[in-house]
């Protein structure tokens, strides 16, 4: 008996068919998950809907603009993932989430509205005795399973970022050729961008709750810290040396993205003071110069020179890790503040610049008159100039002188 073996088999024929083995079945797993957890939230959207928005809007005990204000386009996003639920269990990834992007307006909607809802609703359920006995006879339901209210109303949020990371790993582990892969593809980048939006409100929200926080420890009314565009970085306690050899001082600074808050702690004696500050001086960091001074504190911290165009700060740490933290804080908030100006500065120059005329032959004899009364203003002396000079180039330029006056030394506060 002999044995006639087969043909070759291709070279790297093997390796490309277990490639696509391993696809595959990472594919159908990731597929099976979604379709899985998909039906998981479209019920508990479901249990949103009917058992609060609809009844309330048919008892009456929350007015229209309170039901909207907590539950937004919720309404909506359930109707749309209906329809999503309907193409993934019949297995038409791609198609579902095609029809589904031109509906993500819904999600934009709600996730700006989010930490508005979650006040409202606390609002609610602390003044409304009516609305927070509702609330605890739905919850104690039991197709909610122990579920509140505020948890599912973070679900659309949550789902976001869901939905990206099974989207990727779909794209990945589908073949170029296959006809959903474009339709993938186009969904992976739609909802990362809602997804971006998410993360960009939630710093913004961090960011609020900071600043509101830094001037409930301030005394007074006189220091405000909330200003539109500012962010909080950093606080802490530095040593701030005198400038005429005097003994050092503790103060508290708070650096956000535009200014260096310098406070000094309330008076011991009043038991209420607690953790409370009293601003001192509030330095812009507009102009600011930021160095490290060595050799003063024996490698056990070190000294930061901040130079400003009125003012000079001397700081000084015995922590070299914090005295470094501070330093590069610092450093990255000066830099991208005098980077933006500088765009800003660009941009205002462009615009200053005048504009062309047609290069006709009548065009080119007002050029020839306006160079040479240009040429007889020159040499005469600013103040001889007269209305030469175009006043909206004078109204351009009195906001910009204003604003550096009003930002280059340091505000005593």
């Known amino acids: 008996m002999s ?15 277990e490639q696509r083995g391993r696809w595959e079945r990472k594919r159908s797993r990731t597929a099976r998950e979604l379709v899985q957890t998909e039906q998981r939230y479209v019920q508990q959207l479901q249990l949103v809907t009917t058992y ?58 709600y996730v700006d509205n989010i930490y508005n809802a979650s006040k409202v609703l606390g609002v609610q359920l602390k003044k409304n005795k009516a609305f927070r006995r509702f609330k605890k006879l739905q919850e104690a339901r039991p197709e909610f399973n122990n579920q509140k209210l505020e ?47 998410i993360q960009d409100n939630a710093r913004c929200h961090e960011n609020h709750l900071q600043l509101c926080r830094v001037q409930k420890l301030l005394k007074g009314r006189k220091t405000k810290v909330s200003a539109a565009g500012r962010w909080y970085i950093r606080e802490g ?9 005097a003994d050092v001082q503790p103060k508290m600074f708070f650096l956000f993205s535009d200014m260096l808050l310098q406070a000094k702690r309330c ?9 409370r500050f009293s601003g001192q001086r509030a330095y812009p960091l507009q102009d600011c110069t930021v160095e490290k001074v060595f050799g003063h504190t024996r490698s056990q911290g070190g000294l930061l020179s901040l130079t400003f165009p009125k003012a000079k700060l001397l700081l000084m740490s015995c922590n070299q890790e914090e005295l470094n933290d501070w330093y590069q804080s610092l450093s990255s908030a000066v830099g991208k ?18 504009l062309r ?7 080119s ?22 209305g030469s000079a175009p006043k909206r180039m004078k109204q351009c330029d009195a906001p910009e002188q204003s604003a550096e006056a009003s930002t280059s030394s340091c505000v005593i506060l």
């Open 237 to 245: 306690w530095l040593k701030v040396v005198p400038p005429k050899g």
């Open 337 to 354: 503040l005098q980077s933006k100006q500088t765009v800003v500065h660009q941009r205002d120059e462009l615009c200053r610049r005048p």
């Open 365 to 386: 004899r007002k050029r020839n008159m306006v160079s040479g009364e240009t040429s007889a203003h020159a040499q005469k002396p600013p103040a001889e100039w007269g």
């Open 151 to 197: 948890d599912l109303l973070q679900l659309p949020v949550q789902r976001i970022d869901q939905y990206k990371h099974f989207l990727q790993d779909l794209t990945a582990n589908t073949s170029p050729d296959n006809p959903e892969f474009q339709q993938l593809s186009r969904a992976v980048s739609v909802v990362c961008d809602v997804s971006q939006r």
């Open 52 to 109: 609060f928005v609809e009844i309330l809007k048919a008892k009456g005990t929350l007015t229209q603009d309170i039901r909207e204000s907590i539950f937004s386009s919720i309404k909506a996003i359930h109707s749309v993932n209906q329809s999503l639920l309907v193409h993934l269990e019949n297995g038409y990834f791609g198609r579902g989430f095609d029809q589904m992007c031109p509906h993500l307006h819904h999600y934009n909607i």
């Open 357 to 363: 005329p047609t290069a006709d032959a009548a065009g």
């Open 267 to 275: 008076g011991p004696l009043r038991l209420s003071s607690g953790d």
């Open 3 to 17: 044995f006639c073996p087969g043909p070759p088999a291709p070279p790297g024929g093997s390796s490309i068919q």
